[in-house]
């Protein structure tokens, strides 16, 4: 690219950046340079958090991430949980002790929505039950935060999507980095051109411990005296009480939808709203079981690759993500987008802004044969500084808390919530699609928009 060109990249960029607003709820603030080390900039969130009015929510799912849901849930002002449903006894007893001795429990969820002082849920189950629950709770009035992948099958998004339209219901699906601070940040920095023409993105999530790998603990006291079995299998093949499945329930395909139903939906979620894309419309995948084998299903290492097609939002471009059960360098994860003039590097409370040389697509052979001077060299340009890091504030309350606190605002009356279930579903698909495709051993190809299979 000619200097005059490159300036003038750099200049558009200045500019939008300057002009974006900054005052809204969505786009974080940048505090003052004073006391930060250089290239770094501080993000805060604008937005003040009070109680408008009191909102009583039930938990439908009191495992891991239910108990993780609901723990944040409830440090948003005015919300209190009066309800829990779960279909061990275990963990019936444990909610009474966490949220109080005087909160209503059942093995029935239904008995959950029949109650009139309940005003929202969370639900956290296994993947095989969100369709129905969620369903069932906004044909009952209740507002929904459903867990990711909002199903469990890619046949399944349509009716979500029916009942949340009809309903005019408030759902929102739980892949909480999309409230980050990171994530809007990067969607401010891509859409004043940031990075210029993308081209490529890239993701990945590493973890190195059997918690990580979902060996979760089973209780001394599992029995099908404590579980309700046949209630939790749905209308799935009985295989008998095991222990298992029950509490292991992500390694099996009959309730999970292994590391890219879990994981990847994330970093589809984030990669969605910063580039404003439908999703991809080709998907394949490769991987396999390395080191968990413990009876699981699904692989422990999966590796996909996704094209996603030109909108009036972004370019063609393409996607690389990759997860690793058994990688010792450390618990982590991150997604990065390339382009022409630059990459960023994205986490919920950081991105990494790194701007590059960029030379134009066509007529750089002219430029070297056709030099005016045979005694001229290519003389060397000023570039731009080191990376800009962009991090959160000290204090900041994370992703987690964000993404509840926008869901509680809109079933208070306020403000949409942030991932929907049109937006969830297209979220879910490639993630459902990767797994599909790894056992299937083919390529599959998607309509983003008219949200169906394609014929191969």
């Given at each position: 690219?000619?200097?005059?060109?490159?300036?003038?990249?750099?200049?558009?960029?200045?500019?939008?950046?300057?002009?974006?607003?900054?005052?809204?709820?969505?786009?974080?603030?940048?505090?003052?340079?004073?006391?930060?080390?250089?290239?770094?900039?501080?993000?805060?969130?604008?937005?003040?958090?009070?109680?408008?009015?009191?909102?009583?929510?039930?938990?439908?799912?009191?495992g891991?991430?239910?108990?993780?849901?609901?723990?944040?849930?409830?440090?948003?002002?005015?919300?209190?949980?009066?309800a829990?449903?779960?279909?061990?006894?275990?963990?019936?007893?444990?909610?009474?002790?966490?949220?109080?001795?005087?909160?209503?429990?059942?093995?029935?969820?239904k008995?959950?929505?029949?109650?009139k002082?309940?005003?929202?849920?969370?639900?956290?189950?296994?993947?095989?039950?969100?369709?129905?629950?969620?369903?069932?709770a906004?044909?009952?009035?209740?507002?929904?935060?459903?867990?990711?992948?909002?199903?469990?099958?890619?046949?399944?998004?349509s009716?979500?999507?029916?009942?949340?339209?009809?309903?005019?219901?408030?759902?929102?699906?739980?892949s909480?980095?999309?409230?980050?601070?990171?994530?809007?940040?990067?969607?401010?920095?891509?859409?004043?051109?940031?990075?210029?023409?993308?081209?490529?993105?890239?993701?990945?999530?590493?973890?190195?411990?059997?918690?990580?790998?979902?060996?979760?603990?089973?209780?001394?006291?599992?029995?099908?005296?404590?579980?309700?079995?046949?209630?939790?299998i749905?209308?799935?093949?009985?295989?008998?009480?095991?222990p298992?499945r029950?509490?292991?329930?992500?390694?099996?395909?009959?309730?999970?939808?292994?590391?890219?139903?879990?994981?990847?939906?994330?970093?589809?979620?984030?990669?969605?709203?910063i580039?404003?894309?439908?999703?991809?419309?080709k998907?394949?995948?490769?991987?396999?079981?390395?080191?968990?084998?413990?009876?699981?299903?699904?692989?422990?290492?999966?590796?996909?690759?996704?094209?996603?097609?030109?909108?009036?939002?972004?370019?063609?471009?393409?996607?690389?993500?990759?997860?690793?059960?058994?990688?010792?360098?450390?618990?982590?994860?991150?997604?990065?987008?390339?382009?022409?003039?630059?990459?960023?590097i994205?986490e919920?409370?950081?991105?990494?802004?790194?701007?590059?040389?960029?030379?134009?697509?066509?007529?750089?052979?002219?430029?070297?044969?056709?030099?005016?001077?045979?005694?001229?060299?290519?003389?060397?340009?000023?570039?731009?500084?080191?990376?800009?890091?962009?991090?959160?504030?000290?204090?900041?309350?994370?992703?987690?808390?964000?993404?509840?606190?926008?869901w509680?605002?809109?079933?208070?009356?306020?403000?949409?919530?942030?991932?929907?279930?049109?937006?969830?579903?297209?979220?879910?698909?490639?993630?459902?699609?990767?797994?599909?495709?790894?056992?299937?051993?083919?390529?599959?190809?998607?309509?983003?928009?008219?949200?169906?299979?394609?014929k191969?």
């Amino acid at each position: 690219m000619s200097k005059n060109s490159s300036g003038h990249s750099r200049r558009k960029f200045i500019n939008k950046i300057t002009q974006s607003v900054l005052a809204t709820a969505i786009v974080p603030e940048i505090v003052s340079a004073a006391g930060r080390a250089p290239g770094i900039q501080l993000l805060k969130r604008s937005g003040i958090y009070t109680a408008n009015d009191h909102v009583q929510i039930a938990l439908i799912g009191a495992g891991g991430m239910g108990n993780a849901d609901a723990d944040t849930c409830i440090t948003v002002p005015g919300v209190k949980i009066i309800a829990a449903c779960d279909l061990y006894d275990g963990r019936l007893e444990d909610a009474k002790k966490k949220y109080g001795s005087d909160i209503f429990v059942t093995k029935d969820y239904k008995e959950i929505l029949s109650r009139k002082d309940i005003d929202a849920v969370i639900v956290a189950t296994p993947d095989h039950w969100h369709k129905d629950i969620s369903i069932d709770a906004m044909n009952s009035g209740k507002g929904v935060y459903c867990e990711k992948p909002m199903v469990h099958d890619i046949t399944e998004g349509s009716a979500v999507i029916a009942a949340q339209t009809k309903n005019k219901a408030v759902f929102q699906v739980g892949s909480q980095g999309m409230s980050s601070l990171g994530n809007e940040k990067a969607k401010q920095l891509y859409e004043a051109g940031a990075i210029g023409q993308l081209n490529y993105a890239e993701g990945f999530w590493a973890r190195n411990s059997p918690g990580g790998a979902w060996q979760y603990e089973i209780p001394a006291d599992a029995s099908e005296k404590t579980v309700d079995w046949k209630k939790f299998i749905k209308n799935n093949p009985d295989h008998g009480f095991d222990p298992k499945r029950f509490f292991r329930w992500r390694c099996y395909r009959d309730y999970g939808t292994g590391v890219s139903g879990d994981l990847f939906v994330h970093l589809f979620s984030s990669l969605h709203f910063i580039v404003s894309s439908n999703g991809p419309e080709k998907v394949m995948s490769t991987g396999g079981l390395r080191y968990w084998k413990d009876g699981r299903e699904v692989p422990d290492v999966l590796l996909g690759m996704f094209d996603y097609p030109q909108t009036d939002k972004h370019p063609a471009f393409n996607l690389s993500l990759r997860v690793n059960f058994v990688d010792g360098t450390a618990d982590s994860t991150y997604l990065r987008l390339v382009g022409n003039e630059g990459s960023m590097i994205v986490e919920w409370d950081k991105v990494t802004l790194t701007k590059n040389k960029s030379y134009p697509p066509t007529g750089n052979n002219d430029l070297m044969v056709n030099k005016p001077d045979p005694l001229a060299y290519e003389r060397k340009a000023m570039v731009n500084g080191d990376a800009i890091v962009y991090k959160a504030e000290n204090g900041y309350k994370g992703a987690h808390f964000d993404h509840h606190y926008n869901w509680i605002r809109a079933v208070r009356g306020g403000k949409p919530v942030i991932e929907d279930a049109l937006f969830g579903y297209r979220a879910a698909a490639p993630a459902l699609l990767c797994i599909d495709s790894y056992f299937q051993e083919k390529t599959i190809k998607w309509d983003p928009v008219k949200l169906e299979l394609k014929k191969s």
